[in-house]
């Protein structure tokens, strides 16, 4: 990724709009952005990664805490960031959630985050690639870039603070890192896949396994080999079973057999008895029968006689009823007349009764009457109960919707209470993080400047004992020249005493010419020799060179002092520059305020989230509460207009109520009113009528007295006659029937149909006793050699047999269905072994080769992280290749092949190897200033790698924030050097650093400054 363009409006520290043109920096610029403390160097990184993902480099603030105080209101907070990846340009625009001024009207609303995304043509032509939403630009970067915002900061930009994470990291974070960058995902997936296939499999053989327990378990067996046993030990007892059975059942079946023959033995011993019961029964009828016989001949004569007798006797019945019907009429005459007598009284009170009747019949209107009224009355009662309940449930509703919207307000209102603190907390974020950066930034010049007075003692104790040594070298290099000097002369003089001895007289003198030689010289002192002369010139010049390197290393402690001195003293003045008295500091002191401001920015912080969180709250409630008033004024008006509606209904109901009697207002009581009154109606116009009919008839009834009276008389004259002449003719006709008067042809005389039912049992009797006799003589024959049987005896016999049968099928039954449980039981748990030796065959492959993907062997190491160890490894040559340069040869990274204690990932832990101690140690044991060196090659070497790999991601810019200040001189010359190699193999550096050397070796700049009303952004180029 390469960065082309970079717009803020009301971002961090800038106020207005600030545009950072990249491409005026060159092509793959080495550039230093440079600025005070506070001025925003670090906001420009935050700048570009909160346009690519939403986020801060450091993480510690959100995109809505980024907004300018100095900002104006019209000028919304966002950032337009253009970059390109390979060959294609990309523009983002992201705007955070803030607060800004209402387009109409006063006051202030919440701008929602949004985020568009375009892609650019080289003809200048733009594809909106993501419209608003956030979340999805945020993710169509991940895939553009191939990183997610961590792994950004962690290989692309090296946040104040954040350098050593990458470095640091453990193998689980550096695995998700690299897998991205290499794009190695389809080695995770490969682990998954066998992962999932092999947990799949291990389920089903637990399934299968499950399974079989329960199979097992359903038999009530512990084991195949308990089901074995039971079905060995069943299989005779089983055969015993059967042959029970069948036993049981032949047996049944004889005495079955034998019970049906006694049954019908005896039905043939009991139709004997039967048949001689009849025959007893017969001889005792013969009397009756012949009695039978003598009535049916007389009968039969009288038959003859019966129609003389019968018109005798009708005769005399004619006359009887005549004389009957004439005092009946005389009897009903009277009758006739006392009854005309009555209803002629009765006749006389028609009038009142048909006035009554009217009466009745005016209640009956008016009852029918009441009946539409009182159903009108029924509805009218059903609406207002209707109504009445829906009033109340409109009133309930409205009480519940106050009480929530009175709730709501109530909650608000404490919610706005706790607005201004929050506020006045949170307005201190930004305040409390620039106090907190410069506070870092002093414990750090502090750290520094502490270091540097150490460093100025001990550099103070190294020149006084180098000034002693120095002495002491001066006093033994004075003595080894003194004594070199005697030695010298001593020997020079010598030399003249020599001489002399040489000299004779008359000879001139070598030194002086003279041929005299009045004065000889002569040694007062023994003469050193030639290697005494020698040593002592080899001692003095020995301690003439210790004196100059005393001097010398003299000379260097002071220069070294001096400048330690003017180091700390810089120091000494950076920190007085926010601090007075640089007396008054100490680390203790400086760790407490930096713990207050750390509090102090997470309360802020905090205090900015809930504020946020609270702001939202209240639109929310804001919403609810409108939303609860109109539902609450909605529920009003209806509750009104049931009220009046109830108002009017209780009016009608009221109207109603006084139309009708209090005694017809339910239907049941006016039904039966109605019922009454036509009961009523019905007996007064019966009464009328049969009043009326009853005189009519009573006048009628009369009149038919007195002719029936007369009728009757006659009637009797003439049937009185007729009779005495038949009583003559029948008496005739009993002398020559040989019936000795009226009265014994009365006896003889019976019903033709008695005489044929006569007839009829006679001969009934006489069939009966023939077939009696021919059935005892059939009978006798049958059972002459028969015995009666004992049936109880057999039936008992029966039952116990039909017992133990039912006992033997049931207990066959019972092993029948126990053997076939088992024996299907032992055939599915042969089919569940077959198919679980499969799974189990099958896991045996995929099970291994998901626990040696997935790392569960050996050394730990998963597929992914085996794969990514060899990409670390190349990361790390190439790693080692700057470290090793930049700590002069010191250091170099290798990867821990040691697998980590317990269950915990291994295989990509970093180590550094120290070839001034030959010993391997961990990356965290470096210093500040070896940390970075470590992380800068990381970050260099990982881009070099990653780009090597075909369908890598192209790492082509850097960016760095601080850390140098941790180097020495030629630790930063070196990395200064790195980075310009790497500028010159077509990378984009950007460097944000205090130290001054940086400026002076980096012409290229972005200076930020500094202002009341915001900072701004200028481009320096050399």
Known sequence: MRPINLTMS????????????????????????????????TTLLDAICFALYGKTTGDEREGSQMRCDNANDDLLTEVTFTFALADD??????VPEQQRAKKSGDGYTVQKPEAQLYKLDADGKEHLLVPSKVSEATAVIEQLTGLDADQFRQVMVLPQGKFRELLMADSKDREKIFSQLFQTQIYRKIEDKLKFKAAAIKGAVRDHRNKRDGMLHNIAVESDEALSNELNNLAPQLAVAAEQKETAKLALIEVNKQFEMAKLLLSDFENLDKLKQIAVELATRKETVDLQQSSLDAGQKALLLKPVLDMSLARDTEASQAKHVVAQTQLTQQQAESALALSLTQFNSLAELELQLQQTQSEQQQLAQLGPQLKELDSAQNALVLATNQREQAKQKGVNAKAAL???????????QQVPQLELVAADLVNAQQALSGHSELMERFTHWQKAKSEVEITQTALLAAKAEGQQCRQLFTQAQTQHQTLKLVWHRGQAAILAQQLSSGQPCPVCGSAEHPNLAQSEQQLPTEEQLQQAQYAEEQAAEALTQARAKYSGLSTKLQEQIKVADELKQRIEQTVADSAVLSAEHLSEQQQALKKQVEAASHATQQLATLREQLQTWQVNEQTLRAALDTERELYQGVQTQVATLQGQLEQLLAAIPEQYRTVDSLNSAIAQSNQKFAKQQQAINAIRLSHTNALEQDASAKAAMAGAEANLLQTTELAENAKISLSEQLISSGFSEQQALMQAMLPEAQLQQLAAEINQ????????????????????QQSKPELEDIAAQLNRLQTEQQQAEQEWQVLQGRVTQLKQTQEQLNDADSQAKQLEDEYAIVGTLAEVANGQTGNKVSLQRFVLSVLLDDVLLEASERL??????????????????????????LEVEDAYTSKVRPVAT??????????????????????????????????IDEGFGSLDQDSLDLAVRTLMDLQSAGRMIGVISHVSEMKEQIGTRIDITKSAVGSEISIVLP
Do not use: W
């Not at 009175?406 to 706005?416: G, I, K, N, V």
């Not at 200033?929 to 075909?950: D, I, K, R, T």
């Open 926 to 959: 470096l210093s500040g200033g070896e940390s970075f060196m470590a992380a800068l090659s990381m970050a260099l070497g990982l881009s070099n790698v990653v780009q090597a790999y075909a369908g890598g991601i192209k790492l082509d810019t850097l960016f």
């Open 765 to 784: 009797y006489q069939q009966d006793c023939v077939a009696n006799q021919a059935n005892l003589a059939q009978l006798h024959e049958k059972l002459q």
């Open 406 to 416: 009175d709730a709501l307000l109530a909650e608000r209102q404490t919610a706005q």
């Open 884 to 909: 090793q340069l930049m700590s002069k040869g010191r250091y170099r990274l290798i990867r821990k092949e040691e697998r980590a204690k317990g269950n915990k990932a291994s295989g990509l832990e």
């Open 89 to 94: 340009q990309y523009r983002i625009r992201r």
């Open 10 to 41: 009301a971002f961090g520290p800038f106020s207005g709009q600030q545009v950072t043109d990249f491409e005026a920096l060159g092509s793959h610029p080495l550039f230093l952005i440079n600025g005070p403390t506070g001025a925003g160097k």
